[in-house]
C-alpha cells in the first residue's frame, strides 16, 4: 500500500488564512466559559462535561465532533438552554443564557415536527410564540418555506414528508424567529446517505444567504470538514476539548474537495483524535476462529 | 391479487376482499349457528313447547299452552292425562259418574284447552283466552270439520276426543250457556307440542318479529314506548359520560402535566377505581333519591376514576421533545400549554374517550336497577322475569347495535377532525425523487433551493 504524503492539517493557503482572520475579527455571539456538567446516578456522579470553553464568531460555523457518548447532545442542550450546566455559563452577545428562548434555534435530529400543523403552521409556530401578526407571520413564513424549496408542500402535513423534506422545514422554522445562533444536534443523522449530502448543500447554501451562526454536532468526520469553519473535537470521559481545528480547505466548499490534500489532512487528524490507532473496535474482539486454516480471508 | 395468496401468514395483512369477506362472515357465523340451533329440530331442543294442555287431577302446577316443559316431562304428562281419560271412560261405562257443578265447571275449564290452539290458528284474539261463547263454537267447528286447525295441527289422538266431547256438549246445547253445560265430565285433551329450545333461547324470526312489534306497536308494558325508553337510557349514559369528562379531562391533563397534581391525585384516584361502582348504589340512592341523580353518579364513579389515569397517561405521552422544540422556538409556558399540549394530545384524547364511552354503557344496566328501575333495563328486567325472552333479547342487541355504530361514528370522525392522524401512509407520503448523486452537491444545492438575499453580507 502506497503511503500518500499529506501536508499538516495547520498549513493554509494565505486565502484561507486571511478569512480566519476576518473571522476572528468578527463580534463573539456565541460563548462557553468553563462548562461542565455532572450527572448523578445511582453509581455516583458521572462527569458529562469538564471545563469547556469556546468562543463562537459572527456567522462562523462551528462543529463539535465527537466519539459517541462524549457528552456533544448535552453541551449542545446546554447551550439550548434545555439543561442548565453545572458549572460555568453560557453567554450570548455577552449576556448569560437562562433558558431556552427564540435567539437560538434549534434543530433536532429525531424532526420535532408539529405533526398537528402544516408546514406553514410550522414555520409560523416561532413567530406566533413570539408575538407577530397572523399576517406578518404568514409573509415570513413563506419566505423561509421558499428559500428551503419547499413552497410546493405548503400545506402539507409533516406525516407527508419524507424524512429530507421534514428537516428543511425544521431549519425554516427555526431561522424564522431569526435567530442568533442555529444550534443543530446531528440533524442528518437519521437521514440516507444520499439525501444527507443534499441536506449538506442546502444548509451550506442556506447559511450563505442568512445572518446566522451555527453550531452543529455530528459524529460523520466528512460532514465535520465539509460543513465547517472550525472543529471542536471532544474527548470522552470526562468530556473535555481536545483540540479546536481551523479547517484549512478553502469556501466555497464543493465535493470534489473530498480528495484534496486540506481535507484529507483534516480527515485524518480527526481520525486520529477520535479513533486512535490500537483501539480500534475490532482489536477489542476476543481471538475465536471457526474457520479452517488456509482459508482466510484477505 | 393472487388468488393462491396463502391466507395464513404470520403478521402479514389481506386483501381488501378477503378483509370484507371475514368482516361479513364474522357477523354472519354467529347468526348461522343460532339459526341452525334454533331451525334444525334434532340439534339440542331440549324441551317440548306445549300447543295443548291439559289439568292433572289432584296437581296443582298448571301449564297453558306456549310453556316449555321437559321431554321426560312432556311423556309422562300425556301418560297422566291418558290415564285420566281412562277413569273418566271406564266410570262412565260402569255409570258411577261423579256428576254436579263440581264436574260442569271443569268441563268449562277443559273448553278452554283448545284456546290456545285456536289463537294459533288465528281464530280468537289472544285477549279472548277466556271468551267461552267463542270457544264453543271452535269446539263445533273442529268436531263438524268446518274448522280444520293447520297451524298448529291437532294430533290423531285428539281429534276424535273433540268429537267424543262436542257429541256430549250438543246434545245439551248447541250454543255456550254455562248452566247448559253437561254435568258429566267430559274428556280432557292429550298434550300435545314441538319440540324447541328452552325458552332462553327464542329463535331468530321469533327476536326479529317481536322486537319489530314492540318497537312499531309500543310497550307491551303499556307505560312507555321503547323508543321513549332509549331515550332515557342514552341520557343518563351520556349524562354521566359528559359529567365525567367536565371534571375528568382537565384534572387528568394537569395530572400529566405537573408532577404536583400526578402525585398528589392519582394514587387515591388508583385505589378508588378498585372499588367496584356498584358497590356503591344504596349510598348513592340515599344521597340523591331513587331517579336519575343516582344512576348518572354511578355512570360517573364507574368513569371518571378510570378516565383521570387514562388521561393523565395520554398527557404524559406527548413527545417531550416538542415541548423542547417549542421552547427553544421562544414558546412560554402558558403557551406550550396551548399550543403544544392541548393541540399534541388532542387525538389520543379522542380515542380514550371513545373508548370510556364504551366504558360508561356498560354501566347502563347496573346504573338503571338501582332506586326506581328506569329505561331499557326495567324493560329488559320485567319482561325477563316474565321469561318473555324474545321481547328480551331485541333490546339487548340495540344496545349492542348503539354502542357499535356510535364506535364505528366515532373513530370515522377523528380521521375528520385530525386529517394529520390518517395513517394511509404508502397513500399519502409524497414519493421522494431518487437524490442525485452526492459529486452533484453544489450544482442541487444551487438549481433547487433558490437563492434569497434576506440580509447584506
Same mark, same amino acid.
Given at each position: 500500500?502506497?503511503?500518500?504524503?499529506?501536508?499538516?492539517?495547520?498549513?493554509? @493557503?494565505?486565502?484561507?488564512?486571511?478569512?480566519f /482572520?476576518?473571522?476572528? @475579527?468578527?463580534?463573539?455571539v456565541?460563548?462557553?466559559?468553563?462548562? %461542565?456538567?455532572?450527572?448523578s446516578?445511582?453509581?455516583?456522579?458521572?462527569?458529562?462535561?469538564?471545563d469547556i470553553?469556546?468562543?463562537?464568531?459572527?456567522?462562523?460555523?462551528?462543529?463539535?465532533i465527537?466519539?459517541?457518548?462524549?457528552?456533544?447532545?448535552?453541551?449542545?442542550?446546554?447551550l439550548?438552554?434545555?439543561?442548565t450546566?453545572?458549572?460555568?455559563?453560557?453567554?450570548?452577545?455577552?449576556?448569560?443564557?437562562?433558558?431556552?428562548?427564540?435567539?437560538?434555534?434549534?434543530?433536532?435530529?429525531?424532526?420535532?415536527?408539529?405533526?398537528?400543523?402544516?408546514?406553514?403552521?410550522?414555520v409560523?409556530?416561532?413567530?406566533?410564540?413570539?408575538?407577530?401578526?397572523?399576517?406578518?407571520?404568514? @409573509?415570513?413564513?413563506?419566505q423561509?418555506?421558499?428559500?428551503?424549496?419547499?413552497s410546493k408542500?405548503?400545506?402539507?402535513?409533516?406525516?407527508?414528508?419524507?424524512?429530507?423534506?421534514?428537516?428543511?422545514?425544521?431549519?425554516?422554522?427555526?431561522?424564522?424567529?431569526?435567530?442568533?445562533?442555529?444550534?443543530?444536534?446531528?440533524?442528518?443523522?437519521?437521514?440516507?446517505?444520499?439525501?444527507?449530502?443534499?441536506?449538506?448543500?442546502?444548509?451550506?447554501?442556506?447559511?450563505?444567504?442568512?445572518?446566522?451562526?451555527?453550531?452543529?454536532?455530528?459524529?460523520?468526520?466528512?460532514?465535520?470538514?465539509?460543513?465547517? &469553519?472550525?472543529?471542536?473535537?471532544?474527548?470522552?470521559?470526562?468530556?473535555r476539548?481536545?483540540e479546536?481545528?481551523?479547517?484549512?480547505?478553502?469556501?466555497?466548499?464543493?465535493?470534489e474537495?473530498?480528495?484534496s490534500?486540506?481535507?484529507?489532512?483534516?480527515?485524518?487528524?480527526?481520525?486520529?483524535?477520535?479513533?486512535?490507532?490500537g483501539?480500534?473496535?475490532?482489536?477489542?474482539?476476543?481471538?475465536?476462529?471457526?474457520?479452517?486454516?488456509?482459508? &482466510?480471508?484477505? | 391479487m393472487?388468488?393462491?395468496?396463502?391466507?395464513?401468514?404470520?403478521?402479514?395483512?389481506?386483501?381488501v376482499?378477503?378483509?370484507?369477506? +371475514?368482516?361479513?362472515?364474522?357477523?354472519?357465523?354467529?347468526?348461522?349457528?343460532w339459526?341452525?340451533?334454533?331451525?334444525?329440530?334434532?340439534?339440542?331442543?331440549?324441551?317440548?313447547?306445549?300447543?295443548?294442555s291439559?289439568?292433572?287431577?289432584?296437581?296443582?302446577?298448571?301449564?297453558?299452552?306456549?310453556?316449555?316443559?321437559?321431554?321426560?316431562?312432556f311423556?309422562?304428562?300425556?301418560?297422566?292425562i291418558?290415564?285420566?281419560?281412562?277413569?273418566?271412560?271406564?266410570?262412565?261405562?260402569?255409570?258411577?259418574?261423579? %256428576?254436579?257443578?263440581?264436574?260442569?265447571?271443569?268441563?268449562?275449564?277443559?273448553l278452554r284447552?283448545?284456546a290456545?290452539?285456536?289463537?294459533?290458528?288465528?281464530?280468537?284474539?289472544?285477549?279472548?283466552?277466556? /271468551?267461552?261463547?267463542?270457544?264453543?263454537?271452535?269446539w263445533?267447528g273442529?268436531?263438524?270439520?268446518?274448522?280444520?286447525?293447520?297451524?298448529?295441527?291437532?294430533?290423531?289422538?285428539?281429534?276424535?276426543?273433540?268429537r267424543?266431547?262436542?257429541?256430549?256438549?250438543?246434545?245439551v246445547s248447541?250454543?255456550?250457556?254455562?248452566?247448559?253445560?253437561?254435568?258429566?265430565p267430559?274428556?280432557?285433551?292429550?298434550?300435545?307440542?314441538?319440540?324447541?329450545?328452552?325458552?332462553?333461547?327464542?329463535?331468530?324470526?321469533?327476536?326479529? +318479529?317481536?322486537?319489530?312489534?314492540?318497537?312499531?306497536?309500543?310497550?307491551?308494558l303499556?307505560?312507555?314506548?321503547?323508543?321513549?325508553?332509549?331515550?332515557?337510557?342514552?341520557?343518563?349514559?351520556w349524562?354521566?359520560?359528559?359529567?365525567?369528562?367536565l371534571?375528568?379531562?382537565?384534572?387528568?391533563v394537569?395530572?400529566?402535566?405537573?408532577?404536583?397534581?400526578?402525585k +398528589?391525585?392519582?394514587?387515591?384516584?388508583d385505589?378508588?377505581?378498585?372499588?367496584?361502582?356498584?358497590?356503591?348504589?344504596?349510598?348513592?340512592?340515599?344521597?340523591?333519591?331513587?331517579? &336519575?341523580?343516582?344512576?348518572?353518579s354511578?355512570v360517573?364513579?364507574?368513569?371518571?376514576f378510570?378516565?383521570?389515569?387514562?388521561i393523565?397517561?395520554t398527557?404524559?405521552?406527548?413527545?417531550?421533545?416538542?415541548?423542547?422544540?417549542?421552547?427553544?422556538?421562544?414558546?412560554?409556558?402558558?403557551?406550550?400549554?396551548s399550543?403544544?399540549?392541548i393541540?399534541?394530545?388532542?387525538?389520543?384524547?379522542?380515542? &380514550?374517550?371513545?373508548?370510556?364511552?364504551g366504558?360508561?354503557?356498560?354501566?347502563?344496566?347496573?346504573?338503571?336497577?338501582i332506586g326506581?328501575?328506569? %329505561?331499557?333495563?326495567?324493560?329488559?328486567?320485567?319482561?325477563?322475569?316474565w321469561?318473555?325472552?324474545?321481547?328480551?333479547f331485541p333490546?339487548?342487541i340495540?344496545?349492542?347495535?348503539?354502542?357499535?355504530?356510535?364506535?364505528?361514528?366515532?373513530?370515522?370522525f377523528?380521521?375528520?377532525?385530525?386529517?394529520?392522524?390518517?395513517?394511509?401512509?404508502?397513500?399519502?407520503?409524497?414519493?421522494?425523487?431518487?437524490?442525485?448523486?452526492?459529486?452533484m452537491?453544489?450544482?442541487?444545492?444551487?438549481t433547487?433551493a433558490?437563492?434569497?438575499?434576506?440580509?447584506?453580507?
Open positions: 500500500m502506497t503511503q500518500i504524503e499529506l501536508p499538516d492539517y495547520r498549513l493554509q @493557503s494565505p486565502e484561507v488564512t486571511a478569512r /482572520d476576518r473571522l476572528k @475579527s468578527r463580534p463573539i456565541l460563548e462557553a466559559k468553563n462548562l %461542565g456538567k455532572t450527572f446516578s445511582p453509581q455516583g456522579e458521572v462527569i458529562a462535561l469538564e470553553n469556546f468562543a463562537v464568531h459572527r456567522r462562523e460555523f462551528l462543529c463539535v465527537g466519539a459517541s457518548g462524549c457528552g456533544k447532545s448535552t453541551l449542545i442542550r446546554i439550548a438552554g434545555l439543561e450546566p453545572s458549572e460555568g455559563e453560557v453567554l450570548i452577545d455577552h449576556k448569560r443564557v437562562t433558558g431556552p428562548g427564540p435567539e437560538r434555534g434549534m434543530v433536532f435530529q429525531a424532526y420535532t415536527l408539529f405533526p398537528w400543523l402544516t408546514v406553514r403552521g410550522n409560523m409556530f416561532g413567530l406566533k410564540m413570539t408575538g407577530h401578526s397572523p399576517s406578518v407571520s404568514e @409573509s415570513e413564513a413563506r423561509w418555506i421558499a428559500m428551503v424549496g419547499l408542500f405548503e400545506n402539507a402535513y409533516p406525516h407527508q414528508l419524507s424524512g429530507g423534506m421534514k428537516q428543511r422545514v425544521a431549519i425554516a422554522r427555526a431561522l424564522a424567529n431569526q435567530p442568533r445562533v442555529l444550534l443543530m444536534d446531528e440533524p442528518f443523522g437519521a437521514l440516507d446517505a444520499q439525501t444527507r449530502c443534499q441536506m449538506q448543500s442546502y444548509l451550506l447554501q442556506i447559511w450563505r444567504n442568512v445572518d446566522v451562526t451555527i453550531v452543529f454536532i455530528t459524529h460523520d468526520l466528512e460532514e465535520a470538514i465539509y460543513l465547517a &469553519d472550525r472543529i471542536l473535537v471532544l474527548e470522552a470521559h470526562p468530556g476539548v481536545e479546536l481545528i481551523e479547517v484549512p480547505v478553502p469556501r466555497p466548499r464543493t465535493s474537495q473530498f480528495i490534500p486540506e481535507f484529507l489532512a483534516a480527515k485524518q487528524r480527526l481520525e486520529e483524535l477520535i479513533h486512535p490507532p483501539q480500534t473496535a475490532a482489536d477489542k474482539l476476543p481471538t475465536l476462529r471457526l474457520t479452517q486454516a488456509g482459508d &482466510d480471508v484477505e | 393472487n388468488p393462491k395468496e396463502p391466507w395464513f401468514k404470520i403478521r402479514e395483512g389481506l386483501n376482499r378477503r378483509v370484507t369477506f +371475514l368482516t361479513a362472515c364474522s357477523f354472519l357465523l354467529p347468526l348461522a349457528l339459526c341452525l340451533v334454533s331451525y334444525v329440530p334434532f340439534i339440542w331442543h331440549p324441551d317440548v313447547r306445549l300447543e295443548v291439559a289439568d292433572r287431577a289432584d296437581v296443582s302446577t298448571v301449564y297453558i299452552a306456549g310453556d316449555h316443559v321437559s321431554k321426560e316431562f311423556g309422562t304428562f300425556q301418560e297422566a291418558r290415564n285420566g281419560n281412562k277413569t273418566i271412560l271406564q266410570d262412565r261405562a260402569n255409570g258411577n259418574e261423579t %256428576g254436579g257443578l263440581m264436574a260442569r265447571r271443569d268441563n268449562q275449564k277443559k284447552q283448545l290456545g290452539l285456536a289463537i294459533a290458528n288465528g281464530w280468537l284474539r289472544s285477549n279472548q283466552r277466556e /271468551d267461552d261463547s267463542a270457544i264453543f263454537e271452535i263445533k273442529i268436531a263438524t270439520g268446518a274448522l280444520i286447525p293447520k297451524a298448529p295441527p291437532l294430533n290423531a289422538e285428539n281429534l276424535p276426543i273433540v267424543q266431547n262436542w257429541q256430549m256438549l250438543s246434545s248447541q250454543s255456550f250457556d254455562v248452566r247448559k253445560l253437561p254435568e258429566q267430559l274428556l280432557n285433551l292429550i298434550p300435545q307440542g314441538q319440540p324447541s329450545n328452552p325458552s332462553y333461547l327464542p329463535a331468530p324470526h321469533e327476536v326479529l +318479529l317481536t322486537g319489530w312489534h314492540n318497537f312499531t306497536n309500543g310497550d307491551p303499556g307505560q312507555l314506548s321503547l323508543f321513549d325508553r332509549l331515550l332515557i337510557s342514552i341520557r343518563i349514559v349524562g354521566g359520560f359528559l359529567l365525567s369528562c371534571v375528568g379531562v382537565p384534572i387528568g394537569l395530572a400529566g402535566i405537573y408532577s404536583v397534581f400526578s +398528589l391525585l392519582e394514587p387515591f384516584t385505589f378508588f377505581r378498585y372499588m367496584p361502582a356498584p358497590a356503591f348504589s344504596t349510598l348513592l340512592v340515599a344521597a340523591f333519591g331513587a331517579d &336519575d341523580a343516582p344512576k348518572i354511578l360517573f364513579i364507574g368513569t371518571f378510570q378516565m383521570v389515569l387514562v393523565s397517561k398527557t404524559r405521552q406527548l413527545d417531550h421533545s416538542l415541548l423542547e422544540a417549542a421552547q427553544t422556538l421562544g414558546a412560554r409556558p402558558r403557551q406550550l400549554f399550543h403544544v399540549v393541540p399534541g394530545i388532542l387525538p389520543d384524547l379522542y380515542n &380514550d374517550l371513545r373508548i370510556l364511552l366504558w360508561s354503557w356498560t354501566w347502563l344496566v347496573i346504573a338503571e336497577l326506581v328501575k328506569t %329505561g331499557l333495563t326495567e324493560f329488559i328486567e320485567t319482561q325477563g322475569r321469561r318473555n325472552f324474545d321481547a328480551v333490546v339487548i340495540l344496545i349492542g347495535v348503539i354502542g357499535f355504530f356510535t364506535d364505528q361514528f366515532l373513530a370515522w377523528r380521521g375528520v377532525l385530525f386529517p394529520y392522524t390518517r395513517t394511509s401512509r404508502t397513500k399519502s407520503k409524497i414519493q421522494k425523487k431518487p437524490g442525485p448523486p452526492p459529486r452537491r453544489q450544482a442541487t444545492a444551487s433547487e433558490p437563492v434569497t438575499e434576506l440580509t447584506p453580507t
